[in-house]
């Protein structure tokens, strides 16, 4: 499994717009491209910063659903436009996990 830490700086003021975008469009269509997404985790020192996880399960799988990403019509065409303005700067760090690191962030159920 390989796994982008992706630590976003948005510009002042402008965080909680790019979360709302990024909750309700980007992620979910990450996901249907076959990208886990885990986050986003904001910033409690920081009102400019969120991090999120986005995950693939080898470096080709990681090459082939990125360049879906960026050339999806609904992204390049639509959520880039309205989302890129807002970002001042961000930081990926490419890593591969031990096995069951992603399923440690799941929280389990009470019932369970």
């Not at 709302?20 to 269509?29: E, K, S």
Request: hydrophobic share 45%; net charge negative; no cysteine.
């Amino acid at each position: 499994m390989i796994v982008e830490i992706r630590t976003y700086r948005i510009k002042p003021g402008f965080r909680q717009p790019f979360l709302d975008l990024f909750t309700a469009r980007t992620g979910p269509l990450l996901r249907s491209l076959g990208m886990g997404v885990v986050g986003p985790f904001v910033d409690l020192e920081d009102e400019n910063v969120f991090v999120w996880l986005r995950s693939f399960p080898s470096l080709e799988a990681r090459q082939r659903l990125k360049a879906a990403f960026d050339t999806h019509p609904v992204w390049s065409g639509e959520l880039e436009p309205q989302l890129l303005p807002l970002l001042e700067d961000y930081q990926v760090i490419l890593t591969s996990p031990p096995p069951g690191f992603i399923d440690a962030l799941t929280p389990l159920s009470i019932d369970s």
